[in-house]
């Protein structure tokens, strides 16, 4: 589903209802609410939102499991984190049980806390089917999506939940969760914001297939999960479908 919109704050706001949305459904059905975040300036607004009321107020705080779809591979404390952003815009700010918060950074070999991530997932989801209750995602104007880049060897990844790698054009490690497990999930948000998405959203919604140049590409939940792309006019003038 496509959704586009004229102003970014009532996009993020929307975000915000889907967010609580899926996690009174996940804590009514199993108890719970297990959800990826994401990093870069598109959540931002929405993590200030969950922040404060009525949003704060709705949400399940104690029975919420936070996760990050993927990370830069630098200390919490670094301004480029993903967690450290987060934690400043929302985690701080509401009741979630710290032992259910799980950065996606320690101080040991990326590939190795890959393994213990996948590891700690796996215990979570031990006797269930391992799909997140929602998983928020954004795009980068090269169509990559958490840290599935352009011809890397995640984007082939069909057993490991958790991969790690050195990404050479950015001169570091990437950690992330592959395709395989964002596509168990129940729900899946897409938030796209600016005009230097344009070409890439369109690539990726009305392009022809290649999740090799255009890797949000294969994100395609199973069936029965729902896949959401909440983007701003900028972002979708060259798509022709949704218009």
């Given at each position: 589903?496509?959704?586009?919109?004229?102003?970014?704050?009532?996009?993020?706001?929307?975000?915000?209802?889907?967010?609580?949305?899926?996690?009174?459904?996940?804590?009514?059905?199993?108890?719970?609410?297990?959800?990826?975040?994401?990093?870069?300036?598109?959540?931002?607004q929405?993590?200030?939102?969950?922040a404060?009321?009525?949003?704060?107020?709705?949400?399940?705080?104690?029975?919420?499991?936070?996760?990050?779809?993927?990370?830069?591979?630098?200390?919490?404390?670094?301004?480029?984190?993903?967690?450290?952003?987060?934690?400043?815009?929302?985690?701080?700010?509401?009741?979630?049980?710290?032992?259910?918060?799980?950065?996606?950074?320690?101080?040991?070999?990326?590939?190795?806390?890959?393994?213990?991530?996948?590891?700690?997932?796996?215990?979570?989801?031990?006797?269930?089917?391992?799909?997140?209750?929602?998983?928020?995602?954004?795009?980068?104007?090269?169509?990559?999506?958490?840290?599935?880049?352009?011809?890397?060897?995640?984007?082939?990844?069909?057993?490991?939940?958790?991969?790690?790698?050195?990404?050479?054009?950015?001169?570091?490690?990437?950690?992330?969760?592959?395709?395989?497990?964002?596509?168990?999930?129940?729900?899946?948000?897409?938030?796209?914001?600016?005009?230097?998405?344009?070409?890439?959203?369109?690539?990726?919604?009305?392009?022809?297939?290649?999740?090799?140049?255009?890797?949000?590409?294969?994100?395609?939940?199973?069936?029965?999960?729902?896949i959401?792309?909440?983007?701003?006019?900028?972002?979708?003038?060259?798509?022709?479908?949704?218009?």
């Amino acid at each position: 589903m496509v959704t586009i919109f004229k102003d970014t704050s009532y996009l993020s706001q929307k975000a915000a209802e889907l967010f609580v949305e899926a996690a009174q459904e996940a804590v009514q059905k199993n108890g719970r609410f297990i959800v990826a975040l994401t990093g870069g300036s598109s959540p931002k607004q929405l993590y200030q939102l969950l922040a404060q009321a009525p949003y704060k107020d709705q949400m399940p705080w104690q029975q919420t499991f936070i996760f990050w779809g993927d990370e830069r591979w630098v200390p919490l404390t670094d301004e480029r984190s993903n967690a450290k952003m987060a934690k400043e815009l929302l985690l701080d700010k509401v009741p979630v049980p710290q032992e259910q918060i799980f950065p996606m950074w320690a101080d040991m070999e990326p590939e190795a806390y890959a393994q213990k991530y996948e590891q700690i997932l796996k215990n979570l989801f031990k006797g269930q089917e391992p799909a997140f209750d929602l998983i928020l995602l954004g795009m980068g104007d090269d169509g990559h999506t958490a840290s599935l880049f352009p011809h890397t060897e995640v984007l082939q990844e069909q057993e490991k939940w958790v991969d790690a790698y050195y990404l050479k054009p950015q001169s570091m490690h990437r950690i992330t969760l592959t395709a395989p497990i964002i596509n168990q999930a129940n729900r899946i948000l897409f938030m796209t914001f600016g005009e230097n998405k344009a070409k890439a959203l369109y690539e990726v919604l009305e392009g022809e297939r290649n999740p090799q140049e255009y890797p949000s590409q294969l994100i395609q939940p199973k069936q029965g999960g729902e896949i959401y792309w909440y983007v701003d006019d900028k972002a979708a003038s060259k798509l022709e479908k949704y218009k």
